[in-house]
DNA sequence: TTCCAGGCTATGT
DNA sequence: ACATAGCATGGA
């Protein structure tokens, strides 16, 4: 995708396949909101960028322009992608009506504990126990970094379970240890099946939030994760084939292979908005 | 009040 | 290998 760099901005001149809200209301991430001035902004690790509409292109103001032209994955043209998707006729329309979406090169850590406090939780609470998680990160700017595993394995079990996360404190106290012990760094070179094996080894991870973190963490589009919404989207679109749930997956992986992830945005995004 | 939210663990068959 | 109760919390 065409873009440029000037100083602490990135300019994307290209409308028809970037789009703020539709990229990042769809929950990939937890850590976004609206300005006063009504434009969007992200947190991601210890970044923040600021997307600010123009008439012909999109600003992204940051304290770190090369992270968010790699967690944008900016230098993917997604048009081709979409040309691809849209041979499936159910799909086609929801690539249309979510033609700005990205899948966001998120940090794989905090992919980790964001996921497992996704579990049975509505995106809204979600963000808030997470900003609540946050106030022990490093104070940059106006703002607080994601805290680091060395960070969140130093603090007491109470301090989990006043974060609002109901029985999921367990699992991000024991997660912090457990992660303490791990280079992600070498994991992030090994096959899917191997991370997905790992982050399955983790307590409160399923084969759903494993996905989210191999899709939104590692950058591996092949997974397409299955919720509630992705279910219902199943039934109301593509079949009244009862499934479970990792049957669904397989059935939408077989049918979007590299780009799984990808199409799952879109359903994803279509179903939620247009409920 | 009951149901639901980006589900998982534990415990049955 | 598959089915299901129970789980913390807050909003609709």
Redesign the pocket.
């Known amino acids: 995708m065409i873009y440029e760099v000037k100083d602490n901005k990135i300019l994307v001149l290209d409308k028809s396949q970037f789009n703020p809200k539709q990229t990042l209301e769809?929950?990939?991430v937890f850590r976004f909101g609206i300005n006063s001035d009504g434009n969007y902004f992200v947190c991601s690790k210890c970044y923040r960028a600021t997307i600010i509409e123009k008439k012909d292109c999109y600003e992204i103001i940051s304290n770190n322009p090369e992270y968010f032209i790699n967690y944008f994955d900016l230098n993917t043209d997604y048009n081709l992608i979409k040309e691809k998707l849209k041979k499936n006729n159910v799909l086609s329309p929801m690539v249309d009506y979510g033609y700005g979406i990205r899948i966001l090169k998120a940090d794989s850590e905090e992919m980790i504990y964001s996921?497992i406090i996704?579990?049975?939780?509505?995106?809204?609470?979600?963000q808030k126990i997470i900003e609540k998680l946050c106030t022990t990160g490093d104070v940059v700017e106006d703002y607080h970094a994601f805290p680091m595993t060395k960070t969140l394995a130093s603090k007491p079990s109470e301090f989990f379970?006043e974060l609002?996360?109901?029985?999921?404190d367990?699992?991000l106290y024991e997660a912090s240890r457990f992660l303490l012990n791990v280079d992600l760094d070498e994991i992030k070179n090994k096959s899917t099946d191997e991370i997905y094996n790992f982050l399955?080894s983790?307590?409160?991870?399923?084969?759903?939030?494993?996905s989210?973190i191999l899709l939104?963490g590692f950058g591996r589009m092949e997974k397409f994760?299955?919720?509630?919404?992705?279910e219902?989207v199943y039934y109301n679109h593509f079949s009244d084939e009862k499934k479970?749930?990792?049957e669904i997956q397989k059935y939408f992986e077989n049918e979007f292979g590299e780009y799984s992830g990808i199409a799952?945005?879109y359903l994803?995004y279509y179903e939620?908005e247009s409920k």
């Not at 996704?118 to 979600?126: A, D, L, V, W």
């Not at 609002?164 to 999921?168: E, K, L, S, T, V």
């Not at 983790?202 to 494993?210: E, F, L, R, T």
């Open positions: 769809c929950g990939q996921y996704s579990q049975n939780n509505n995106i809204k609470r979600i379970s609002g996360a109901g029985y999921r367990k699992f399955m983790i307590k409160g991870v399923g084969p759903k939030v494993a989210c939104f994760p299955v919720d509630t919404w992705i219902q479970s749930r990792p799952q945005q994803f939620r």
